[in-house]
């Protein structure tokens, strides 16, 4: 029996539809007779174990445990996985060969292979790469299966990832939280491989905009004339004039007004301005490449304000629709065999009542440079299938998106956009004025776009066209003006521009001698990881989004500022990307990459646990060691703890959000623990008036008050525990006693606020 293990189970039905009739199981489809069986998993089933797994001390998070680093790694079955998980196991007994029909990508090879090697899987395993789940996609696939073996890099490189983000985010998440705290900070400081990087983009251009003072400058432009027909032109400031600031921007007004004055006059009164040089050049710009999944989320971002979770769950719906294919995918490039479906591509395209009219003039006989086999990996460039779609049963996010890619893989076949570059330079008194234009000779491809609006503007602003003129032609004055500009801020991140921002990291590096190196990095992050790391950023609290644009909260700039640029530079985590791409093509081995990382951790706790947080200055100090209080929340009500515990075990009850110390110093304490012998304090709770062992941590002893007095009486049936007051469900202000070891004794009645221990039972 050949078994085909799939990553999610839509991805199972569209295998097992081509296989033979089916028959439904729990958890699987049976095909051929049972020849064939296709299962399934839901995305991962099995997760890392969490540090206490290991060992029990890690529950407590101690800064003398760090680093926690894993012997041998661990996995778990996920909770809501456990029967599907059974379900595999069972299947891979009986199966003659396996088949990983995970997604063609770096998880989609680990999710199937940890599952095998969990079970113990000694058996055959086999390999399908699936782009599409259209029928000649998947029959294709099928016919073409390869050995599994051939993507252990790919495997390795999921798992080093997955390997690193526990090392990172459990070590040092632990240790910066622990030392925030220490400094009177709440809640969890997490440290994540690529979301702090990701964070820090935004809280420092937040500090760019903050930091920002406005220039003003100005730009002096000329429209000069040469037979009836207008020559605009920008004055080409010299380098070492003055007036200049450090980016070349005039900021003397006075300058360009009496320049403009110099210029009137020399143009008009004889010496006249002189074209002295055109330089005309034929320039093309070949078909835009489809997309993949991150230019497809910029755009629509730019376009229709979608966000990239929203662009990624759409088109995984097209995906599973079988419209469009493999949505994951980091790749612009298509292979030359997929050339044999462009006819019936085409043809349903010209079925679209948007995309007629250009998808009738395609050309199949173009071949634009995005068919290039050597630029294939698992998966190629997001483009529609071989089946039609009814576009009246499409949401309107499902519409914009296809129709996107359908005009990217239309553009393949129109012939190349071709213009006609000029640069007019014009001298007057010695200065340069500079002109350009552009002549459209050939739309090419982009006629597909010339009905965009956003295309069009943008084509326009760079559209202007000169008339013929020859060097040595002499020029009349026009006009002129002189433009005052203000330098404005750099924008905030939207969710689209900063997932631009993730995948063009080379950009934001601290070290800029890595920029040229890290620019074919393919960034922090992945296609498939991007979109999500966005959203947590939100849901974690760190970001907010204000009309589109995202800003980051207090708790988020603290996060930067509290951590070293080793960890919020993105410099080490695009380093550590692109060797993941070198072991998902072999170069290096999974075991050098996870040592690398435990060196910088190590490197990085050791800085950890002697560096100084500036304290939070919004909360109370203790008395005695001068560290700061933190409220907490105890059994009996909420109270100030010193950070210093268990040096110093300092506590005061809370009063209105602040430490009541001048309450404490009423507290008696002449009384001792029955249990451990320490001192039994009396504290005015939420509840009323009750005594506590100082020991909080360890003793859970606590008596309650009567006159100012803790009530210390045994249980008289068991002669173990103490008895306890407590107020009665079924009648408000009746109160009885019960013993605190449960012993099952009957409760005591209450006289008075004493056990009533010569009276009846409750």
Known sequence: M???????????????????????????????????????????????CDPGEYDERYQKWVMDDLPIIPEKWKLNVKKE?????????????????????GDPDREGQLLIDEVLQHLGNKKPVKRILLNALDTKSV?????????????????????????????????????????????????????????TPTLALVVRREEEITHFKPTTHYVLRVTWQHEGENI??????????????????????????????????????????????????????????PYNL?????????????????????????????????????????????????????????????LSGIAA???TAIVSRAWNDMKISAHHALIPTTIGADMAKLSDEQRKLYLLVAKAYLAQFYPIHLYEATRIVVTCIDEEFVGTGKTILDMGWKEIYRGDKKDTDEEDEESAVLPTVAEGDVLSY???????????PPKRFTDATLLQAMKEIHKYVKDKTLAASLKECKGIGTEATRAGIIEGLKKAKFVTTTKKYLTPTDMGRRVISILPDKITYPDTTALWEADLDRIAENEIPLDTFVGKQVEIINTLLADVKTMKIEVNKDLPVCPNCGKVMRLRKGKYGDFWACTGYPACKTSAPDNKGKPDFAAKKTERLTEKCPCCGKTLRQIKGQFGTFWSCEDRESCNASFADHKDKPVIVKCPACNKGYLRRAESKKKKGSYYWYCSERCGAAPICDKGGLPDLKGGKE
Not at 17 to 37: F, M, R, T, W, Y
Not at 81 to 101: F, H, R, S
Request: charged share 25%; with cysteine.
């Open 2 to 48: 050949r078994l085909f293990i799939a990553e999610k189970p839509s991805l199972g039905r569209a295998i097992a539809e081509n296989l033979g009739k089916g028959v439904a199981k729990d958890g699987c489809i049976e095909c051929s007779g049972g020849q064939d069986i296709v299962t399934w998993c839901f995305g991962h089933i099995l997760e890392q």
């Open 81 to 101: 996985a456990a029967k599907q998980y059974k379900i595999i196991k069972e299947l891979v007994k009986k199966a003659d060969y396996i088949v990983n029909a």
């Open 139 to 195: 029959v294709q696939a099928l016919g073409d299966l390869r050995d599994n073996k051939d993507y252990a890099g790919l495997r390795d490189s999921a798992l080093a990832r997955s390997q690193a983000d526990w090392l990172v985010g459990m070590n040092l998440s632990r240790a910066y939280t622990i030392v925030s705290r220490d400094a009177g900070y709440d809640g969890v400081l997490h440290v994540g491989r690529v979301q």
């Open 232 to 289: 605009p032109t920008v004055w080409k400031m010299k380098p070492d004039m003055e007036g200049l600031d450090t980016e070349h921007r005039l900021l003397s007004m006075e300058i360009a007004e009496g320049l403009l004055t110099k210029i009137e006059l020399a143009a008009n009164h004889g010496d006249g301005a002189r074209i002295t040089s055109v330089e005309q050049k034929k320039k093309q710009e070949g078909q835009r490449l």
């Open 294 to 354: 991150s230019t497809l989320q910029v755009e629509a971002g730019r376009r229709y304000g979608l966000s990239p979770q929203q662009v990624l769950d759409t088109m995984q719906s097209l995906y599973e629709m079988k419209l469009t294919t493999y949505p994951r995918s980091d790749c612009e490039y298509l292979p030359t065999n997929q050339m044999d479906d462009a006819g019936v591509i085409l043809n349903n395209l010209a079925g679209i009542a948007e």
């Open 361 to 363: 003039r395609a050309d």
């Open 478 to 488: 026009g006009k002129g003006e002189i433009k005052e500009k203000t330098t404005t």
